[in-house]
């Protein structure tokens, strides 16, 4: 019966991802449009449509010209991502866009918004059928993910086949794993201000309770290529859209969530709760005094890297919340560990806080076995946990 479930969840998958779209980047990229908010998630999109003839398609420059009607008059939309959402339709050199660019040039005073217009508009050509607003529905494609992701029933199963991809292309892991439930893109430039000027584009895929794909793109080939894989079913949980709605779902709110994901077990999930709350200017006591009885109680089972590097995040988490709550506890790791890294960042400095109780915390005090209870997992199903953030 075992090997009959494992066959028909794998069926399952390979159904989803049949269902993909023949060229997964332009379905991608067209759920990007629609949903970038920021211009870090939209630059490396509209750059590419730029400069890629093959991409410079009615399928994208349509759901462009939507998402820039749409967002022409609101006032929370980056400036930077108006004018780059004109340059895409600028690369249509016939009168496709006319219509939608006179509209966005009598929606908006901004003279920056007026100039970009004119110059896309310079290049047209006439002739040809225009684009009717409204034709498009940018709403439908992110409904889609997140119906998706809410319909999602992950395993263990499921996360050891993620784990598994050995591919290249987005296309081959939505043969392999199916359309993912979220995406998220990303730019970082590096630079020295004279000679260096690095530009690191990345696509995230997230799977509901299974983990992450990460792919790089190639500047050289004009291709993403696939990178790294992080299965964990709880550590991406914050990623996905429908958490705007947590509420309503019956689904944790945030403070509770990041206490099931400390106690879960699981690195990546431990790794990115505490690294979420040492970045705030509070930290919740019992999240430390959990954090504190995890590391007192196990960080001498640590054998790996992943797993020292969670211990040394909460190391951080105590030394600067904490006060000298947890100097003890501190102490003990810094004089009992063989792993130097963990060392080091045991004995890092304990910065004063006098909001912190000035009571010592004892080990033993917080029942892991009563936080487990409490903070229970959210996908009992899916317990496959492999890669590094």
Not at 204 to 212: E, P
Not at 328 to 341: C, M, N, P
Request: charged share 20%; glycine share 6%.
């Amino acid at each position: 019966m075992k090997y009959i479930a494992c066959a028909l969840i794998l069926a399952c998958a390979a159904a989803d991802s049949s269902a993909a779209t023949a060229d997964a980047r332009e379905w991608v990229y067209q759920y990007l449009l629609a949903s970038s908010t920021t211009e870090r998630e939209l630059a490396p999109i509209t750059e590419h449509i730029v400069h890629e003839r093959p991409l410079q398609n009615p399928r994208l420059l349509d759901f462009a010209a939507e998402v820039l009607l749409a967002r022409i008059a609101e006032a929370g939309y980056p400036l930077q991502n108006k004018l780059r959402l004109i340059r895409v339709l600028g690369m249509d050199k016939n009168a496709r866009y006319t219509d939608v660019l006179t509209r966005v040039l009598e929606q908006s005073k901004n003279s920056q918004v007026a100039k970009e217009v004119h110059a896309a508009m310079s290049r047209k050509k006439s002739g040809g059928p225009g684009y009717i607003a409204g034709t498009i529905d940018i709403h439908a494609i992110a409904t889609e993910l997140d119906e998706a992701a809410l319909a999602a029933r992950p395993t263990t199963v499921q996360g050891e086949h993620l784990a598994k991809f050995a591919g290249e292309t987005i296309d081959e892991l939505f043969e392999w794993q199916g359309k993912p439930h979220q995406i998220v893109s990303g730019q970082t430039r590096v630079s020295d201000g004279i000679l260096i000027h690095v530009k690191i584009q990345r696509l995230t895929f997230f799977y509901r309770g299974l983990g992450r794909v990460v792919f790089g793109y190639e500047k050289d080939f004009n291709e993403w290529t696939f990178q790294a894989v992080v299965a964990d079913p709880m550590a991406f949980e914050q990623e996905f859209a429908y958490r705007d709605r947590a509420a309503a779902l019956g689904l944790p709110d945030d403070p509770t969530l990041e206490m099931m994901q400390l106690v879960s077990g699981y690195t990546a999930s431990m790794r990115i709760a505490v690294e979420k709350n040492y970045r705030r200017d509070t930290v919740p006591l019992a999240f430390m005094d959990t954090a504190a009885e995890i590391l007192a109680t196990q960080f001498q089972s640590a054998n790996d890297p992943v797993t020292i590097d969670m211990y040394a995040w909460i190391c951080r988490l105590l030394t600067t919340h904490g006060g000298g709550r947890y100097q003890s506890t501190l102490e003990r790791v810094a004089a009992q560990t063989g792993d130097s890294k963990l060392k080091r960042f045991a004995q890092l400095p304990i910065e004063p806080r006098p909001a912190a109780p000035a009571q010592p915390y004892f080990t033993g005090t917080i029942s892991l076995a009563a936080q487990h209870a409490k903070y229970p997992p959210l996908y009992p199903e899916s317990t496959f946990q492999s890669g590094r953030l």
